[in-house]
């Protein structure tokens, strides 16, 4: 009675079969059927933007305004963050990318590689931006991105707890304490570590990750990240052994409920958490960050902006939105209004500059230069924090930063 | 049991009849509308498969004789569409060297290549630019700096032209159609690949335009001879060719990216057991993956079942709300019960340290031992909801009389828990075990939130910690700083998949005799 | 023993209350099970009533209370909550009955019928599942806009496209939870059914789905949580805002850690789980109420 229905599960499994190999050859050219489909003979005057979510806002008046000065659409599309730059370099040759991404300028030595972003042409325009947006927005000579916001570290202080700045470190430590809160001085970093938030103390110790070729672009085969021992060697006076100013036990949230519940005199981060400080009521004072070293303490610039998608159908209308529109001041300062971040335009960024937290900002990072974009900083990140934090947890330093630099140029060279 | 097919079927009404029939019929001329747009579109293949799989959905509902394949069928369409599919990619994807610069066609790469390789002439004017049209041809109404105007196309090089001025800039020229931006925005493909040159000799650059209103001089350092093959460096005088493996290499063995996608055969199997990066921690993160997949089914089938039978009890009172509460954290997102654990267990601020043990100060995600412990923790809270309510639904399968008359004969609680009910949940259960056992062996979003791996082992080359399972190493070895090697992550998980696979059809075996026995 | 007595057998009947113990000892292991479950969601309720509130950072909870951030998200314009709420109930509810359906159908066949393949087939529906699902994002992306292309109604951007999806993962672990459930079901009651004239089907919609309610409202319940927390795929899927997801939307409102607000979505996290408990209280009785007595007479 078992076999009378024989091969019917045979048959079954057979059209599964089928349909999988059906599938996956269908699979085998996705781009080039997405190329080759119909050519686009119509008029699309359609621009799809993919943004962050936290940017759409800012960016739906400007795509209004656009539309009614030249007809042509902006479909403003709010995506993850997390997922954005990934989604974008898979989809951006399938036909259904996006014509336009807003991205950061450290994506550039990926995106290029994978060829998937198209260059610009700034024109007479390209001086009128801040010199380091127009630095970062470059790459191997090329201009990728059309930049629209600067972002660097800087001190946040409450003012009511430390009415002056500090002069350098051990003065920023020596006031908070004066103020009698629970840290003086708090600043993110976490179990693995975070050197985007280090940096500024390791430069004024004179040791950036790279040097830079004759052309500007920085040069992978020059580490320069190895001459950082004097640094690795001060972290190691501050970490859990020693002072204890820095913990790795203080994550981003609990650095911002520590400041802006008025227990931490001086936090170091970013423009993004100044609104939960002031929604909090603490007085903020922006200043420069205070060197611990011989050499200012300087941040990472980070460079927002937009890139065009290398397959794009839609160009002329995305070169056109990028370049004459969002690389105006109106625009820019509109842009700066909803988003609050140093705009990139010269013009911009000294309209802007009345606020006091701004021009704190703009200030700090008066000589911050772009984080490297080339696809060796990726290598470096993975092991940079790691080494940080250890020596934050009583490493030895010599030894940990002498691995740290042999480790990152393995890394390097094996890829 | 019984043979349930193997009695006549009844004919069915002439009702049904007309439904099946007019069901059928609808899908298949779907079907041939599909397969007639798929074969106008040149994907034979795919209109084939759309064609036999409707054949094969026909015969199985026409058929007086397939009866399990008309159950089984709808939903074995749906898998075969979206699950297998997937599998079916990554097997294809596995052999491809699909990675970082590896991502297009080659067609595409060369097109990427050129448009990289423009750049502008240094100190050149900018033209402002109104793009014109004779016939089809596009050409380029320019006016240079000195004022006056100058046309080209993509045939004949620049010229001075005479052309009709508006606000100092050339608008118009007699035997050609100037084309307004609304109209450029129809042929912006056209009008972005127009390179006009700017004088007889190529080497003396073009006119190109991005925006449709201003042009500028460009030379290209690359150029591409599509019947070789070959693309030079004209700086240099460099040749580079197709290496094979889905790039251009120079004759000293320069890469230049972006590459573009080949299959590469069993490469990224040989990387992925010969990978040194990956082979040194490899034998203590397997037992470690297995550690956790195996203690996780443990204890969250252990709570879960406890949980099910201390709510099953109608004389339990509140039963009701403690229910509730128990599936409350399948209610949220996993992820944000993970982050939460996750700051709850920081040794110094945690809630877990300060509050609930008064101050302590347990290294509950540094130590290497107590990390263990604590992902399995969250993983637990993470779980046992899924398990308390799929034991709640399955104690229910079991017949009261067997309680009953072993109730009657003086069996104890706790006997008949074990002799009893533990015994036929099993039966119904053990497959779900197996299958939370497998998805634990991947779970790599609890790993990644709750530690990330860490405590990191410092004596490894590549960033493995103490709590890393096999795919949160896959990820960190394929998806290390900007590379995104999807071809060796495929590779390792279709590996994974036939660890957990053996592993899963030997414990299904042993549930087979179990069920037999029964 | 006939087939109608064996089912009213397997309830609990009601006037067998076992000898009333006070169940102290019960309690105090459910108290202790309730606090492990419901304190890292104190956390994510006092950080959704503190308009400032961090996940982490606090461990005084409840130092603020507010509804602030609940106010916020129900009335942005940037977040249509509601439209997400919506689209989630839509989707998730769609999703359940179907894969409930698709899977009781499936998991019948497999009980009831004897045919070459069944064990391996059982097998290799749960096996499928097992496969790692690292490139899932990318293949769903190229298959739906691949399918997109032919029929829109089920391309990207469509949730009748994602319920398709969900859809794929209808057989699998959920039809052996059937299996096995419908397995205890005595094939006496198919057997008396047909003597009485019923065909397959029949037996199959009146009979036995009736019979195994307590897997069919688990496996539904299951279906519609894992359709409601899923962010991954719909996040590629639906693209625009008005038809995405609650677990899409709330997401994007934290996957920048810099611009992170926690506290409204928080605020969403435990309203989304709103419609997560009605479903449970809801399908409960079905759950442990047992059969309706009354099933098979």
Redesign the interface.
Known sequence: MLMTRKSIAAGALLAVGLLTTGCSTSSDTPTASATTAAPDTTATSTLTVWVDAERADALAQAATDYEAQTGISVDIVARDNSTLKDDFIQQASSGSGPDVVMGAHDWLGELTTNGVVAPLELGDKATDFLPVALDASTYDGTVYELPYAVENLAMLRNADLVPEPAANFDDMIAKGTAAGVEFPFVVEQGENGNPYHLYPFQTAFGAPVFGRDAAGSYDSTQLTLGDGTGFAEWLATQGSAGANTMSTEITGDIAKEKFTTGQAAFWLTGPWNVKAAVDAGISVAVDAIPSPGSEPAQPFAGVKGFFVNQYSQNKVAANDFLVNYLGTVDVQVALFNSGGVLPALTAAADAVSSDPIIAGFKAAGLDAVPMPAIPAMGRVWEFWGIAEAGILNGAEPDATWAQLTSDVRTAIDGS | MTDLQGAPTRSPGVGALVAKISVLGGLDAIAVFLAAVLVGRGDYTVAALVVVGAIILTVIYLSERLLPAKYIAPGLVFLAIFQVFVIGYTVYIAFTNYSTGHILTQDQAVEALLSQSQSRLPDSPSYPLTVVESGTQLGFLVTAPNGTALLGTEESPLKPVDASFANGQAVAVDGYTSLRFADILGRQDEVSSLAVPLSDSAADGSLRTLDGRTAYEYTSSLSFDSTTGVLTDTTTGESYRDGGEGSFVGEDGTEILPGWQVNVGLDNFARAVSEPSIRGPLVYVTAWTIAFATLSVGIIFALGLLMALLFNDPSMRGRTAYRIVMVLPYAFPAFLGAMVWSGMLSQSFGFINQVVLGGASIPWLTDPTLAKVSVLMVNLWLGFPYMFLVATGALQAIPGEVREAARMDGTSRLQMLRHIELPLLLISMAPILIATFAFNFNNFNVIYLVTGGGPRDTGAGIPVGHTDILISLVYKVAFTGQNRDYGLASAFSILIFIVVAVISVISFRRTKTLEEIN | MSAPN?TA?????PG???R??P?VL??I??LV??S??????L??VSASLN??G??????RLFRVVGLDSYRRLLAS??FPFLTWFKNSLIIGVTTAVLSVF??A??A???S??????????L??????????????V??????L??IG???PAIG?NTQAGLI??Y???????N???MY??F??VP?EI??AA?VD?A??LR??FTIILRLVA??L??VG??SF?TSM?D?VIA??VL???ERQTL?VG????V?????AD?SA??AG?VM??VP??AL??FL?KY??G??TAGSTK
């Open positions: 064996r057998a397997r309830l609990d009947p067998r209350r076992r009333s113990k169940h019960r309690h292991a459910a099970l309730s492990y479950a419901l304190l890292p969601l956390y994510v308009p400032t961090t996940l982490t950072g606090s461990n314009d940037q698709l899977g159908l499936a019948y066949a497999f009831r019928m004897r045919f070459r393949g069944r064990r391996t087939g097998l290799t529906i749960v096996l499928v599942q097992m496969f790692p699902q690292l490139l899932a990318v293949a769903i992306f190229l298959l806009s691949r292309e032919l029929v990207l398709s999806v859809l794929g993962a209808a057989l699998g672990v039809t052996y939870l096995g459930y397995n205890t094939t198919d057997e047909r004239g065909g397959h037996i199959f307590p897997i409202a688990v319940l299951l949580i927390n962010f996040s590629v693209i625009d805002p677990a709330l997401y994007r409102m996957s920048n850690p810099n611009y926690w979505f928080a996290a989304a789980s997560v408990v449970f209280l409960q759950i442990v047992g059969l």
